[in-house]
């Protein structure tokens, strides 16, 4: 399945799993993804 057509079912998916979290919880899980990913090497420039 190439790109393009997997975007939009991942994209319902993540929405879907997200839909529980609200605005705090959704604020406060990606300033933990973000502190994980700089904790890999990957920060924001």
Do not use: K, Q
């Not at 998916?13 to 990957?42: I, K, M, V």
């Amino acid at each position: 399945m190439n790109l393009v057509r997997a975007l939009p079912d991942h994209l319902a998916t993540e929405e879907r799993l997200l839909a529980a979290l609200g605005t705090d919880r959704r604020d406060a899980l990606a300033d933990t993804l973000r502190e994980l990913l700089e904790s890999l090497g990957d920060g924001v420039d």
